[in-house]
């Protein structure tokens, strides 16, 4: 994919409606930005490498939980990889970043991977943002175990430790459906007290993950909308947040006046994430027929905001809040 100087490109970024999702290779030329949106940030891919003004890596094979003074192998998930910065897990070719699970043994794990985000890993911003439409054209991984995933994380903790702050999924896939793709929200109070919810979608006439699909959240203030292919096929206006702890443990609230304000916690900026897990609780572990390497190609990835704004946050949907009996 070849466009050019990025800045010259930005008045012609495109619709995901208007995008062909072509099978097996990139996108054409962009066209016009969605009717009453404009973009704020956006990679190509257009490079020679991965650029590191916009993207940092995760590393390694889980993190440090410092309520519980205890370390938390698998990211929570008893995920197999260990991921990397390495150029054979996270590469830019011919337009499009590859992300790639290998077989392979290293400080213990059977596999490697790479987890890109828009965040330093000292914390700082590379980019983030609060409400508007975040976009991103790929082609997914198929195979038992295999599980890629673009979706987006608080820059702060503003309502406490996951998922007190939220989580918004874009998209996750089990590369053992490659019919179907998951867009999902984690809301609640921290761990144990924590909640999801989401919608699954199939794909129409044979299509599945191993296909350029363009997949798209568009959130505004009380609402969040899932899209594959400039298509709408979800959305939430429900979730709640609370950050009523005890022990370093998340506790249900027991009224409204333990929630925080709505439309908590999808009122802050979050940031992009990108990665291909191997193995774990969500879709279970790999088998002998599934391939690797395991590859996801990201052809793009735009953001943008409404023009004109965003009006004030519809009142929560209907739902039941966990002090409801």
């Not at 260990?82 to 830019?92: H, K, L």
């Not at 794909?203 to 959130?219: K, L, N, S």
Request: with cysteine; hydrophobic share 35%; glycine share 12%.
């Amino acid at each position: 994919m070849r466009r050019g100087l990025f800045l010259a490109c930005t008045l012609a970024l495109g619709v995901a409606a208007l995008l062909p999702a072509a099978r097996g290779r990139p996108a054409p030329e962009p066209a016009p930005a969605p009717d009453g949106w404009k973009l704020t940030w956006g990679d190509e891919f257009d490079g020679k490498g991965i650029d590191p003004a916009k993207w940092d890596f995760d590393t390694g094979n889980g993190f440090f939980n410092y309520d519980a003074n205890q370390w938390i192998a698998g990211w929570g998930n008893e995920e197999l990889q260990y991921y990397t910065r390495e150029p054979e897990n996270a590469s830019v070719k011919d337009g499009v970043l590859r992300i790639r699970a290998v077989k392979e043994s290293l400080h213990g794990c059977g596999y490697t991977s790479a987890r890109l985000r828009s965040r330093k890993r000292d914390g700082s911003a590379l980019f983030s943002q609060t409400y508007g439409r975040f976009e991103f054209r790929a082609k997914l991984p198929t195979g038992r175990g295999v599980w890629p995933a673009l979706w987006m994380l608080p820059q702060d903790e503003k309502y406490g430790p996951w998922p007190a702050s939220g989580e918004i999924d874009v998209m996750e896939a089990r590369g053992q459906e490659p019919t179907k793709v998951l867009g999902t929200l984690h809301h609640g109070a921290r761990w144990p007290a924590n909640t999801h919810s989401g919608t699954e979608f199939v794909f129409p006439d044979g299509g599945t993950i191993a296909d350029f699909h363009v997949y798209a959240v568009e959130w505004e203030p009380g609402e969040i909308k899932w899209l594959v292919d400039g298509k709408p096929y979800a959305a939430q206006t429900f979730w709640w947040s609370s950050s009523r702890a005890d022990g370093g443990k998340g506790q249900k609230p027991k009224g409204e006046g333990d929630l925080n304000p709505w439309p908590a916690p999808f009122d802050q900026p979050f940031y992009l994430i990108m990665n291909v897990a191997v193995g774990g609780k969500f879709l279970g572990k790999p088998d002998k027929t599934t391939a690797f390497p395991a590859e996801m190609q990201v052809d793009y990835v735009r953001v943008y905001e409404k023009v004109g704004g965003y009006a004030k946050p519809k009142p929560r949907g209907e739902g039941k809040l966990p002090f409801v009996k």
